[in-house]
C-alpha cells in the first residue's frame, strides 16, 4: 500500500471480493484483508461493520475453521478500534482453536495480534512469547515481511524493558528480512527502531544515518504517517544533541501532518511526549495545561509502557514549574515497578528526567 488512495481503492476491490466469492475461507480472509486495509486510512465505521459481521459469521457458521477465522477478523477489528481487553480474549480464543496446517497465515496472524494486545496492556512475558510464536510460524511459511514485523515487535518490547543486546538481535534479524523483501514501509520501520536503539546508547552519528535512510525510503512510501514518524524520530534526536530548537519545526510538521488522525501513527506515546515538549517551550506551561483539560491522552490508541512515558513527562514539568501534585512520580514508580528501564532510560536521554538520581 502506497498511499491513502491505493489503500482505499484495495479496500472496495477487497470488499467487492467478499460480496461474490463462493468460498467461504476465501471470503473470510478477504474481510480480514478489508479490515487491515481500513485500518489504514482510520476508517473506523468500515472496521466496526466488518467486525459486526464476522460476528455474525461466528454465530452463524457450524465450521470451525470458519469460525476461528471470522474470531481473528473480529480480534483484530477490535484491537485497531481501541477495545484492546476483548481483543486479547478473541485472540487467545482463537489460536487455541486454530491447528497447525492451511491455516497457518492465519495463526501467524493471531500470534502477533495476540503480542500487540498483550503489549499494550502490559503482559510483557506473554507478548514476547507470542511474538516468537509468530515469527517461528512465519519462518516455516516462508514469510520473510511478515517474520520481519514480529522480529520488529519482539525488538520494541525487549527495549523499553531495557534488554537493548536482545532488542538489537531483534532489529538486526527485521533488518536483514526488510533487505531480501525490499519493501519500503517495513524499511522505514526497521531503521527507526534502529535509531531509536542507537540514541539511547548515545550513539547519534549512527542514529542520524539510520534516519537518513529512513527519510529516503518515505518518498516511495507515500505514507503520511511514516513520514511523521520519521519527523518525530529526527526531532527526538536533536533534542537528544542538545539542540532543542532544530526539533520545534519537526515537530510543528509533524503535529501539522498528523491533525486528527494520531491514533494511525506507528509511535503515539513518542508524538504526544513530543507535542507536550514543544507546546511547554514555546507557548508555556498554560498551553499544556489546555491541552490536558481539552484533549486527554488517548488511552485506546497508547501502550501502557507509552502512557507511562507521557505522564512521566508531565510529572517532571509540574515539578519544574513547582505546581508538583501530591502524589509526586506516580508514572516513574509505575515505570520502575514494571520494570520499563528502557523508557526510563528514553526520558533521561531527551535531557528531562533522570529517575535514578
Same mark, same amino acid.
Not at 517461528?136 to 518490547?157: H, M, P
Not at 552519528?205 to 525510503?217: E, F, N, P, Q, T
Not at 519544574?320 to 533521561?348: H, P, Y
Given at each position: +500500500?502506497?498511499?491513502?488512495e491505493?489503500?482505499?481503492?484495495?479496500l472496495d476491490?477487497?470488499? #467487492?471480493?467478499t460480496d461474490?466469492s463462493?468460498?467461504?475461507?476465501?471470503?473470510?480472509?478477504?474481510?480480514?484483508l478489508?479490515?487491515? #486495509?481500513? &485500518?489504514?486510512?482510520?476508517?473506523?465505521?468500515?472496521?466496526?461493520?466488518i467486525?459486526a459481521?464476522?460476528?455474525? *459469521?461466528? !454465530?452463524?457458521?457450524?465450521?470451525?475453521?470458519?469460525?476461528?477465522?471470522?474470531?481473528?477478523?473480529?480480534?483484530?477489528?477490535?484491537?485497531?478500534?481501541?477495545?484492546?481487553?476483548?481483543?486479547?480474549?478473541?485472540?487467545?480464543? !482463537?489460536?487455541?482453536?486454530?491447528?497447525?496446517?492451511?491455516?497457518?497465515?492465519?495463526?501467524?496472524?493471531?500470534?502477533?495480534?495476540?503480542?500487540?494486545?498483550?503489549?499494550?496492556?502490559?503482559?510483557?512475558d506473554?507478548?514476547?512469547?507470542?511474538?516468537?510464536?509468530?515469527?517461528?510460524?512465519?519462518?516455516?511459511?516462508?514469510?520473510?515481511?511478515?517474520?520481519?514485523? &514480529?522480529?520488529?515487535?519482539?525488538?520494541? #518490547?525487549?527495549?523499553?524493558?531495557?534488554c537493548?543486546?536482545?532488542a538489537?538481535?531483534?532489529?538486526?534479524?527485521?533488518?536483514?528480512?526488510?533487505?531480501?523483501?525490499?519493501?519500503?514501509?517495513?524499511?522505514?520501520?526497521v531503521?527507526?527502531?534502529?535509531?531509536?536503539?542507537?540514541?539511547l546508547s548515545?550513539?547519534l552519528?549512527a542514529?542520524?544515518?539510520?534516519i537518513?535512510?529512513?527519510?529516503?525510503? #518515505?518518498e516511495?512510501?507515500?505514507?503520511?504517517?511514516l513520514?511523521t514518524?520519521?519527523?518525530?524520530?529526527?526531532?527526538d +534526536?536533536?533534542? +537528544?544533541?542538545?539542540?532543542?530548537?532544530?526539533?520545534w519545526?519537526?515537530?510543528?510538521?509533524?503535529?501539522?501532518?498528523?491533525?486528527?488522525?494520531?491514533?494511525?501513527?506507528?509511535? *503515539?506515546?513518542?508524538?504526544?511526549?513530543?507535542r507536550?515538549?514543544?507546546?511547554?517551550?514555546?507557548?508555556?506551561?498554560?498551553a499544556?495545561?489546555?491541552?490536558?483539560e481539552?484533549?486527554?491522552?488517548?488511552?485506546?490508541c497508547?501502550?501502557?509502557?507509552?502512557?507511562?512515558?507521557?505522564?512521566?513527562?508531565?510529572?517532571?514539568?509540574?515539578?519544574?514549574?513547582? &505546581?508538583? *501534585?501530591?502524589?509526586?512520580?506516580?508514572?516513574?514508580?509505575?515505570?520502575?515497578?514494571?520494570g520499563?528501564?528502557g523508557?526510563?532510560?528514553?526520558?533521561?536521554?531527551?535531557?528531562?528526567?533522570?529517575?535514578?538520581?
Amino acid at each position: +500500500m502506497e498511499n491513502d488512495e491505493s489503500i482505499q481503492a484495495a479496500l472496495d476491490s477487497a470488499l #467487492v471480493s467478499t460480496d461474490v466469492s463462493g468460498d467461504p475461507i476465501l471470503a473470510m480472509r478477504v474481510l480480514l484483508l478489508s479490515a487491515e #486495509v481500513a &485500518s489504514e486510512i482510520g476508517d473506523t465505521k468500515t472496521t466496526a461493520s466488518i467486525a459486526a459481521e464476522a460476528g455474525r *459469521v461466528q !454465530c452463524t457458521t457450524t465450521l470451525t475453521d470458519i469460525r476461528a477465522l471470522a474470531q481473528i477478523t473480529q480480534a483484530y477489528c477490535l484491537l485497531v478500534n481501541g477495545d484492546v481487553k476483548a481483543a486479547l480474549t478473541q485472540f487467545r480464543e !482463537c489460536l487455541a482453536v486454530l491447528k497447525t496446517g492451511v491455516l497457518d497465515l492465519e495463526r501467524r496472524r493471531a500470534s502477533n495480534g495476540l503480542g500487540i494486545a498483550s503489549y499494550y496492556l502490559g503482559y510483557f512475558d506473554d507478548a514476547i512469547a507470542a511474538f516468537r510464536n509468530a515469527i517461528k510460524i512465519a519462518d516455516r511459511i516462508g514469510d520473510s515481511v511478515a517474520s520481519a514485523t &514480529s522480529w520488529s515487535n519482539l525488538g520494541a #518490547v525487549h527495549e523499553d524493558l531495557g534488554c537493548y543486546d536482545e532488542a538489537e538481535k531483534c532489529y538486526n534479524t527485521a533488518f536483514e528480512l526488510e533487505a531480501l523483501a525490499s519493501n519500503p514501509r517495513r524499511a522505514i520501520e526497521v531503521h527507526l527502531n534502529l535509531a531509536s536503539l542507537r540514541m539511547l546508547s548515545g550513539q547519534l552519528d549512527a542514529a542520524r544515518k539510520c534516519i537518513d535512510v529512513a527519510k529516503r525510503h #518515505v518518498e516511495s512510501a507515500q505514507l503520511w504517517w511514516l513520514a511523521t514518524d520519521v519527523l518525530m524520530a529526527e526531532a527526538d +534526536m536533536y533534542i +537528544m544533541a542538545g539542540d532543542p530548537e532544530s526539533a520545534w519545526p519537526l515537530v510543528e510538521e509533524a503535529l501539522s501532518n498528523a491533525h486528527g488522525r494520531i491514533y494511525l501513527l506507528g509511535d *503515539v506515546g513518542r508524538f504526544e511526549r513530543l507535542r507536550r515538549h514543544y507546546l511547554w517551550m514555546k507557548k508555556g506551561v498554560g498551553a499544556l495545561r489546555l491541552l490536558k483539560e481539552t484533549e486527554s491522552l488517548q488511552e485506546r490508541c497508547v501502550a501502557i509502557s507509552r502512557r507511562l512515558e507521557v505522564l512521566a513527562f508531565e510529572e517532571w514539568i509540574e515539578e519544574t514549574e513547582g &505546581s508538583m *501534585v501530591s502524589n509526586g512520580q506516580f508514572a516513574v514508580n509505575c515505570l520502575l515497578e514494571r520494570g520499563l528501564r528502557g523508557v526510563l532510560d528514553r526520558l533521561n536521554a531527551v535531557q528531562v528526567i533522570d529517575p535514578f538520581r
